[in-house]
């Protein structure tokens, strides 16, 4: 903890401008293809050869392109005596880590495989010889020197009150929400109007775009199918529809009854957390496939012809209803309870009946919470990818659509694009929709904490419906993951019920061989795979998210409404669209990142950081601001602050966002099915393959290990980051408790 | 006592600060001395706030300078200033205890553990809270944290103090008692202090000097006598103490500085302020409107009691009159006069003032 008076100032930049120097002049500049952690590369001809000499040999080597990037790492050495008040200091540092940065992003894309990138630069200078591959770890220090000297500079010259590590924190995650949301997106955008030929043209995104197989309408008249963009469209709506309703009557048991079980009801809460997406619909497959249980009980009974009536609509609506249900009681249940008992004491007391009160005083209220849990039923049906690959049927809905555009044989990128961005748009309106009602809701619902009085019971009428509607619903969900846990114990669902551990031993197995522990079965690879990089992520995830909302919340700064929307975007963007986009971004250099791990994980930190910059701006916004202030006045810096007071108060939060996003690359499938490759395959992709091959047994053994794992794993990293040490705080211990709702809410 | 504080002047030249097109702060200068209290007073959103987070370095002036100790720091943030702040909520980390509360900015500013230690402990002691260092903050009372907040301020050794309306917190009762002490600790250590606070009483019991701000801008500096005896305008008047603001006409001048001046039917011999003949406003403190039941012998002025309020050692009255409606304090208490009743009025003329404006 150094002095923050103007004693040691001086060169405050010197350890970033020694990173870059690292980045420029130690490590192999270009990404190793046997992995830089192998270090392989230290013994294979570092560091002359060219796969892995760093950029000063590289240079020599004949990238010469590479030499001007000597200019910004050396003009800092020029100040390195002067002081941060010295206008030079700020002036140095801006233009070089500025014009380092910029440049070595432009080199990047301008010299590509093959030489030039464009044929105008071509034209312009002659063919090129000379090629480079996608950046690896050297041109990322460098990259982040210049980043973090630009961001020095920029604060020495009095940006954001002087504050290095706010300019710095606030350039980084700039710089990350570019590369890793803007970009892919960018890129998708562009695909979209490139035509086979590989020139731009309008005329390619409008012959993918109105096509019959997007908007056809046939299936009104005929018995043909419609176009994806209805099939999605409709989907959705139903989805979002049967699952508001469904949580409202929850919602409404939950708090306006003596329903005696109503606690245990916020446990199904948790589950479509903890559920791989497809799960569900493949235990509906155990039961009400053409060999489900039901399915056959019904034949054997009614002597009619099993049906596949489950394979379409009706079933991806069913099992889409069974995972999101839960996510619109989470938040119908906070509404409900918002809705001041003394509006409801008072409207009793003017004479309104039970009923009276409920439709023309309680509902109302809830209106906009109610807007909201539909919004959020439609934006998840839209975003789901494993319900519908796993019970779709011909029944074809855009994220499916997108992925065998993709990996079928048609492998249209153009194609795929156009889904993209018509998904897209979806579920931008949707999102758009619901910040719309989000920013009305705390107008209209009242949230008095020293408020008393009891809600009003329900009429006998509604509370018979919400009961009769629940209580199966509730032992429906029961059975469905009864069966999840009891289907991978039986040796062919439907033929053979007989009891085995063959499912389990042969994904499963560990065998003692001469080199010791032997991992047999089948699905260690993926398994392994799935927790190194779910619990590489996870701790990132939060990191990143958690940071965002202390700038968020607690810094004041020009372009805070686009930065905070461009940290919330890649919440609004379907799985299947960041798959696609992805691969279209990472596959080419500078960012050469198809088939590693790393994409993995960064598919996952953009992904889910969204919840972690809630979460932690629900929970930051209830600590007082003059903590942080006490402990700048007491000549903390904001580093400090974030370390000694914000963080230790935020466990909670912290503990909420590492499992959430734990929890969520271990479940994810949509963007994952894009970016697995042999060497990193993920358990869930896993999973839908063996479930395409018929294999329901092994899948639903497998679901059912991660099930546990995710419940191992939350309650691990509870024990682990632990409990604050503050006695009497109830003001703080609410804190905790909301934010953790809401993150569940964004499940 | 081995705290060694260097108190500091502070200086504030035309300072104005704006937030998008409200101004906050408007063209305001003023500076205080070394070892002194002063205290900023207004009703709430004046800009008092504001001004005592410029000195903190919270917020930063959109034009003019700070000076604080002869430096000027109009750029230097919180964390480089040599300020220290007690908040209204006294901000006390909930997760430290109070001796980690107290030790927190040696510590960050890089004080070896066992100097630190000692310091707390001195700075726990200072404030009578020897003892104590093992609890955590939510374990004490109102009135504990709150001496803890000042602790942890001083073991700083700050060039200035700031208070941000330390008492607003506290039960009433126990706000004269912790006032009384935080000017008893300011005098005996010699420090410069700043104080926030909407609450006239406390300002008059505490400040070396009073600033009284109003919509942006200084309604009136002075000390407590001053602003309670020389209201330069009907604001001031009646924000320090109660006043009734009546219309009046001076008669004549005579030196030296005095005015004759006529209310209604009364005259009086008052200080003039500077004032010419001609109509005037004056401001009457309320226990200094005398009544009596109306007889026709007596020359006041007549009224008519419309609320006559009883508070145990007081009566208070609200009287129609032709000077308009009266907010009159009687401490007679045997004499009190029933609602209804015509009166006649007379006043003393030590809570009498001419207003310039």
């Known amino acids: 903890m150094g002095a923050e008076g103007g004693k040691f100032v001086r060169a405050a930049f010197l350890p970033w401008l020694i990173l870059g120097w690292v980045g420029f002049a130690v490590l192999p500049w270009y990404l190793v293809e046997d992995g830089f952690w192998a270090f392989q590369w230290l013994i294979d001809g570092y560091p002359l050869d060219s796969d892995y000499a760093p950029a000063l040999v590289q240079a020599a080597l004949g990238n010469v392109w590479l030499f001007p990037l000597l200019l910004p790492l050396l003009a800092p050495l020029f100040i390195i005596r002067k002081t941060k008040t010295d206008p030079d200091y700020a002036r140095v540092l801006i233009i070089s880590g500025g014009f380092g940065f910029a440049y070595l992003l432009a080199q990047g894309f301008i010299v590509g495989i093959s030489g030039w990138e464009y044929t105008a630069l071509e034209n312009l200078f002659g063919p090129m010889n000379s090629r480079q591959y996608g950046m690896g770890y050297g041109a990322l220090l460098t990259a982040t020197g210049f980043l973090v000297l630009f961001t020095s500079g920029l604060a020495a010259a009095g940006s954001l009150r002087g504050d290095v590590f706010v300019t710095s924190a606030i350039g980084i995650v700039i710089a990350l929400v570019a590369t890793f949301v803007f970009l892919p997106v960018g890129k998708v955008l562009i695909s979209a109007f490139i035509s086979e030929s590989g020139t731009y043209a309008f005329a390619a995104f409008g012959e993918n775009f109105f096509t019959r197989k997007i908007w056809g309408l046939a299936c009104i008249t005929t018995t043909a199918s419609c176009g994806v963009a209805w099939n999605s469209l409709f989907l959705a709506l139903l989805t979002g529809v049967s699952t508001t309703l469904l949580g409202l009557a929850f919602a409404l048991v939950a708090t306006r009854t003596d329903f005696r079980w109503k606690k245990s009801l916020r446990t199904l809460t948790v589950l479509p957390i903890i559920t791989p997406p497809f799960v569900i619909g493949l235990a509906l497959i155990l039961l009400f496939g053409r060999a489900g249980t039901i399915t056959q009980f019904v034949s054997d009974l009614l002597g009619v012809e099993p049906g596949r009536w489950l394979y379409g609509l009706p079933g991806i609506w069913l099992a889409q209803t069974l995972s999101f249900t839960p996510i619109a009681f989470l938040v119908l249940i906070g509404v409900v309870e918002?809705?001041?008992?003394?509006?409801?004491?008072?409207?009793?007391?003017?004479?309104?009946?039970?009923?009276?009160?409920?439709?023309r005083v309680s509902l109302p209220l809830m209106r906009p919470g109610l807007a909201n849990a539909f919004l959020i039923g439609f934006i998840e049906s839209m975003a789901d990818f494993g319900n519908p690959m796993v019970l779709g049927g011909n029944y074809e809905v855009l994220s499916t659509e997108i992925f065998f555009a993709i990996v079928g044989a048609q492998n249209d990128q153009g194609r795929a694009a156009v889904l993209a961005i018509l998904l897209l748009c979806?579920?931008?309106?949707?999102?758009?929709?619901?910040?719309?009602?989000?920013?009305?809701?705390?107008?209209?619902?009242?949230?008095?904490?020293?408020?008393?009085?009891?809600?009003a019971g329900m009429n006998p009428l509604l509370r018979n419906i919400c009961l009769g509607v629940t209580l199966p619903w509730a032992a429906f969900t029961l059975a469905i993951y009864g069966m999840i846990l009891f289907g991978g114990f039986v040796i062919s669902w439907g033929r053979d019920h007989s009891l085995t551990l063959q499912h389990y031993s042969n994904a499963f197995s560990v065998d003692w061989a001469e080199h010791g522990l032997h991992w047999e079965g089948t699905a260690w690879d993926s398994f392994w795979t799935t927790i190194t990089i779910s619990a590489i992520a996870a701790p990132l995830t939060a990191a990143l998210g958690l940071l965002t909302s202390f700038l968020l919340v607690r810094q004041k700064f020009r372009g805070k409404n686009l930065f905070e929307f461009g940290t919330m975007l890649s919440f609004a963007i379907p799985g299947t669209v960041i798959g696609v986009s992805y691969i279209l971004a990472f596959n080419v250099p500078p960012f050469e990142l198809t088939g590693t791990g790393v994409i993995l994980v960064l598919c996952f930190v953009f992904r889910n950081m969204p919840v972690g910059v809630r979460g932690g701006i629900a929970a930051m916004t209830q600590l007082d601001k003059s903590l942080d202030e006490a402990s700048l006045t007491l000549g903390a810096n904001s580093l400090t602050t974030l370390r000694r007071v914000i963080l230790p108060l935020l466990r909670p939060a912290i503990v909420a966002a590492l499992v959430y996003s734990f929890v969520r690359a271990i479940t994810s499938v949509s963007a994952v099915i894009f970016l697995v490759s042999a060497d990193h395959n993920m358990a869930t992709s896993y999973i839908i393959g063996l479930v395409e091959n018929g294999q329901y047994g092994i899948a639903i053994a497998y679901s059912s290990v991660l099930i546990i794992v995710m419940l191992l794993a939350i309650f691990l990293v509870q024990r682990a980051v632990g409990e604050r040490k503050l006695r009497r705080d109830n003001r703080l211990e609410a804190t905790s408790a909301k934010s953790k709702s809401l993150k569940e809410k964004q499940a | 006592m081995s705290l060694h504080l260097r108190p500091g002047s502070v200086v504030f030249e035309n300072i104005t600060k704006k937030y998008g097109v409200v101004t906050a702060i408007d063209d305001v200068s003023f500076s205080i001395e070394p070892g002194h209290l002063v205290t900023l007073l207004g009703p709430s959103g004046c800009g008092k706030t504001t001004t005592l987070r410029m000195i903190a370095g919270l917020e930063h002036p959109t034009n003019g300078r700070v000076i604080i100790g002869g430096k000027d720091v109009t750029s230097l943030p919180a964390t480089d200033r040599d300020v220290s702040m007690v908040f209204q909520s006294y901000a006390l980390f909930p997760h430290m205890t109070v001796a980690e509360n107290v030790g927190y900015g040696l510590s960050v500013s890089g004080l070896?553990?066992?100097?630190?230690?000692?310091?707390?402990?001195?700075?726990?002691?200072?404030?009578?809270?020897?003892?104590?260092?093992?609890?955590?903050?939510?374990?004490?009372?109102?009135?504990?944290?709150?001496?803890?907040?000042?602790?942890?301020?001083?073991?700083?050794?700050?060039?200035?103090?700031?208070?941000?309306?330390?008492?607003?917190?506290?039960?009433?009762?126990?706000?004269?008692?912790?006032?009384?002490?935080?000017?008893?600790?300011?005098?005996?250590?010699?420090?410069?202090?700043?104080?926030?606070?909407?609450?006239?009483e406390e300002a008059l019991a505490v400040s070396d000097r009073i600033i009284v701000m109003n919509r942006s801008v200084i309604a009136q500096e002075g000390t407590p006598r001053e602003l309670y005896e020389k209201p330069a305008s009907s604001f001031i008047a009646d924000f320090i103490g109660d006043a009734n603001l009546v219309e009046g006409e001076i008669v004549a001048t005579h030196s030296p500085n005095e005015a004759t001046v006529r209310i209604a039917s009364l005259q009086c011999n008052l200080p003039d302020r500077g004032l010419a003949a001609g109509p005037v406003k004056i401001a009457i403190r309320p226990d200094c409107v005398l009544l009596e039941k109306a007889s026709p012998e007596l020359k006041g002025i007549k009224g008519n009691i419309i609320h006559a309020t009883y508070l145990g050692n007081q009566i208070h009255y609200t009287i129609d009159s032709a000077l308009g409606e009266l907010f009159v304090v009687d401490y007679r208490i045997d004499r009190a006069i029933t609602a209804g009743?015509?009166?006649?009025?007379?006043?003393?003329?030590?809570?009498?003032?001419?207003l310039a404006s």
Do not use: C
């Open chain 2, 112 to 200: 070896g553990k066992q100097e630190t230690g000692e310091r707390v402990e001195e700075g726990l002691e200072l404030v009578g809270l020897a003892g104590y260092g093992q609890r955590l903050p939510s374990e004490l009372s109102g009135g504990q944290q709150q001496r803890v907040a000042v602790a942890r301020a001083l073991v700083l050794e700050p060039e200035v103090l700031l208070l941000d309306e330390p008492l607003s917190n506290l039960d009433a009762k126990l706000r004269r008692k912790v006032r009384e002490e935080i000017r008893d600790l300011q005098q005996k250590l010699g420090l410069t202090a700043v104080y926030v606070t909407h609450d006239q």
């Open chain 1, 426 to 455: 979806f579920t931008l309106s949707a999102f758009f929709a619901q910040r719309v009602w989000l920013g009305k809701k705390s107008y209209t619902t009242v949230a008095g904490k020293a408020e008393s009085g009891a809600h």
């Open chain 1, 338 to 359: 918002g809705v001041s008992p003394s509006m409801e004491e008072a409207s009793q007391t003017l004479g309104a009946s039970r009923w009276n009160t409920f439709k």
């Open chain 2, 341 to 354: 009743s015509d009166i006649s009025m007379t006043f003393a003329s030590r809570g009498m003032a001419l």
